[in-house]
């Protein structure tokens, strides 16, 4: 069962949007301090988090940036006494998908729960997958085991293609045909192997898993990946 986790140091609160939220089936789970939930998602991972911004041991905020960082699928809710527009702002651009002011209506706080959830089940239906890779084309995201990192709109094209045909060569005629399909600019070798040099770079440790095959393409190896 997927897990929703609420990080609120007001007990009664937390015990109410406990019980709201039991109707979603979901494994939910409390926490009344922010060390206790960095420690939990250490090794942890849930569907969505509601999180106070006013906690005992600190803001909430951490939080959202540490999940935004490291939990490519979590979405993150955050509900807090402090509901400036510069404190929505700060909020949402650490990563926070919604950003309610204290106090709240709980039938907006739940139908904007049901929609993250919603927006969640379609993000998955438009994963491209190969052991520890998660790649959504369309978002530009790319995920190796908890490590998120953002794709420009050819690295994606490029990636996508490479996992399609995993394990096997994809020649430089199959990326240009496949990623510059309109042949209004027809890239170099060279061009490609820029790109291709990008994704090694944000794959990092894993960046042999990307292997260029002399004369004639790359492929996608997966046990690098598993090293």
């Known amino acids: 069962m997927s897990k929703i986790v609420i990080v609120e140091d007001d007990k009664d609160l937390n015990l109410t949007l406990a019980q709201q939220l039991s109707s979603l089936s979901k494994n939910i789970i409390s926490f009344f301090k922010l060390k206790s939930s960095l420690n939990f998602f250490e090794t942890n991972s849930a569907e969505l988090v509601l999180v106070d911004r006013r906690l005992a041991d600190g803001d909430g905020l951490e939080l959202v940036e540490y999940l935004n960082s490291t939990r490519f699928y979590t979405k993150t809710v955050v509900l807090s006494g402090l509901g400036s527009a510069d404190d929505r702002i700060k909020g949402l651009s650490l990563g926070a998908d919604e950003y309610l002011a204290k106090p709240f209506h709980s039938t907006e706080l739940f139908l904007k729960i049901k929609k993250l959830l919603s927006m969640d089940k379609r993000a998955m239906s438009n994963l491209r997958t190969y052991g520890p890779i998660k790649l959504n084309k369309e978002a530009g995201i790319l995920k190796i085991h908890e490590k998120k990192l953002k794709l420009r709109k050819k690295e994606a094209e490029i990636l996508d293609l490479l996992i399609r045909h995993k394990g ?29 040099r990008r994704l090694r770079m944000k794959f990092g440790p894993y960046k042999k898993a990307i292997e260029t095959v002399r004369k004639f393409g790359y492929r996608l190896e997966l046990s690098e990946l598993e090293k």
């Open 168 to 196: 096997h060569i994809v020649t430089h005629k199959q990326i240009i045909q496949q990623v510059w399909p309109n042949f209004e600019f027809i890239p170099t070798y060279t061009t490609i192997n820029v790109y291709i």
